[in-house]
């Protein structure tokens, strides 16, 4: 069995053109393995948007969830930032 905790990531919706679906980046600082260089990396996450209300652009918290289909693996739990506010 597993602990049931749902990890929750914040990101940025790159893409929204799938029906339910939307594309959210992630970005992260990792050091480089030997030489130490701070090197900025970007995680993509298929997420379930049940009311299609997120656009390109938002910023969004996404929380783990059973898998929904091949890939997605994710859902909107909210949006924290609309591009309209910006």
């Given at each position: 069995?597993?602990?049931?905790?749902?990890?929750?990531?914040?990101?940025?919706?790159?893409?929204?053109?799938?029906?339910?679906?939307?594309?959210?980046?992630?970005?992260?600082?990792?050091?480089?393995r030997l030489y130490r260089k701070i090197i900025r990396?970007?995680?993509?996450?298929?997420?379930?948007?049940?009311?299609?209300?997120?656009?390109?652009?938002?910023?969004?918290?996404?929380?783990?969830?059973?898998?929904?289909?091949?890939?997605?693996?994710?859902?909107?739990?909210?949006?924290?930032?609309?591009?309209?506010?910006?």
């Open positions: 069995m597993s602990s049931g905790r749902r990890q929750y990531k914040v990101g940025r919706v790159v893409s929204n053109k799938m029906n339910k679906t939307v594309i959210v980046a992630v970005d992260y600082l990792k050091p480089h990396k970007t995680n993509r996450f298929h997420a379930h948007d049940e009311t299609n209300q997120c656009r390109e652009g938002d910023i969004v918290r996404i929380g783990e969830t059973r898998p929904l289909s091949k890939t997605k693996r994710w859902e909107v739990v909210e949006v924290v930032q609309s591009m309209e506010e910006v």
